[in-house]
């Protein structure tokens, strides 16, 4: 029996970083959807169904705590990894009490993106936040 992958949604506005997080997490047999905006994640039509989201900080429009909020308003509950290229300590701040699971910083270092993405995966829905029907 061929077991099901998980949906990671990864939102980055950097073409070449989308692409090859992309092809290192399917090499880990994960099923992975890219939007190059938090705008277009909002309007994805996997959103319900992701196990776990990768959202870059820093992106035109929408900031990726811009795009939590609107996640959390329409009462979506999925872990969240942000990734950012500067983490200041009031960046950390802000992500904690936004319910982001992990930052991470890039460059993404050895396999911190993938452990922190199986820790999504084992823990299930975002306990703190409200499930969607």
Request: aromatic residues 2%; charged residues 30%; hydrophobic residues 45%.
């Amino acid at each position: 029996m061929r077991k099901e992958k998980r949906l990671i949604l990864l939102v980055d506005d950097d073409l070449a970083v989308r692409e090859s997080l992309k092809f290192a997490l399917e090499l880990d047999d994960l099923s992975v959807s890219l939007c190059g905006t938090g705008e277009e994640l909002l309007l994805h039509d996997d959103l319900g169904a992701a196990c776990c989201l990768v959202l870059d900080y820093q992106m035109p429009g929408m900031d990726g705590l811009d795009v939590l909020d609107a996640l959390r308003a329409k009462g979506l509950a999925l872990p969240i990894i942000l990734i950012t290229g500067h983490a200041t300590e009031s960046l950390r701040r802000r992500a904690r009490k936004a319910g982001v699971m992990q930052l991470l910083e890039k460059p993404l270092v050895d396999s911190a993106l993938l452990d922190s993405i199986r820790h999504a995966i084992r823990l299930g829905r975002y306990p703190g936040a409200a499930r969607s029907h």
